[in-house]
């Protein structure tokens, strides 16, 4: 059975820096073709893809985020990590993790998200 | 980036009916080693995407086969071929050929 569970704060304050962790289990992201993105999206709007790490740490960035994003990988802990610098109040988002893999291209397994308000 | 446009934005449905759901690209999903790499995902109230339809018209584990996709090139359309209660949320097509990954706005399927 494969999970993938996000986790972090539920509330940051403006310019300060966001930091999820999403904790999967079923499958190895040391498995060729594997990988794990980060897609958010804001109330009541439509998904926006952020980043994306897979098996051979080979990285990929959204271009209008890039600056302010990092994705890195614990295989051992099966976990990926967010990290998104300067968060602003239009960041508020639900952000989930999602697994993907080469042959598919698709996003197969989610997490339930995790809610994150930017307020002062 | 590769901008996906869904239409219609909003469809009601009577239930047992079909529903059609389009998707276009502003270029071509074919990548280069042949595939085209459009999936579905459904979005229930509530709920995180669901994972429908891969790579134009597989679809993935446990999905019913009322579900179907089509299309080819820029063009690319979801089928239900009767609408059940459960089918009621947000279904996305999203392209996987290039970077970054791009979602269409949504469309919202509600029961007349």
């Known amino acids: 059975q494969i999970t993938l569970k996000e986790s972090g704060p539920t509330l940051v304050k403006p310019t300060q820096t966001l930091t999820l962790t999403c904790t999967f289990s079923g499958f190895s992201l040391s498995t060729s073709g594997v990988g794990v993105a980060w897609i958010r999206q804001p109330p009541g709007k439509a998904l926006e893809w952020l980043t994306l790490i897979y098996w051979n740490d080979d990285k990929r960035y959204s271009p209008s985020l890039k600056s302010r994003l990092t994705i890195t990988k614990d295989t051992s802990k099966n976990q990926v990590v967010l990290t998104m610098t300067n968060m602003d109040p239009v960041d508020t988002a639900t952000y989930y993790c999602a697994r993907t893999r080469w042959l598919q291209a698709a996003f197969d397994y989610w997490g339930q998200g995790t809610l994150v308000t930017v307020s002062s | 980036d590769i901008v996906m446009t869904q239409t219609p934005l909003s469809s009601p449905v009577t239930l047992g009916q079909p529903a059609s759901i389009s998707c276009r690209s502003s270029?071509?999903?074919?990548?280069?080693?042949?595939?085209?790499?459009l999936s579905w995902l459904q979005q229930r109230p509530g709920q995180p995407p669901r994972l429908l339809i891969y790579?134009?018209?597989n679809r993935f584990s446990g999905v019913p086969d009322r579900f179907s996709g089509s299309g080819a090139g820029t063009d690319f359309t979801l089928k239900i071929s009767r609408v059940e209660a459960e089918d009621v949320g947000v279904y996305y097509c999203?392209?996987?050929?290039?970077?970054?990954?791009?979602f269409g706005q949504g469309t919202r399927l509600e029961i007349k």
């Open positions: 270029q071509s999903l074919v990548h280069s080693d042949g595939n085209t790499y």
């Open positions: 790579k134009i018209s």
């Open positions: 999203m392209q996987a050929t290039q970077f970054p990954r791009t």
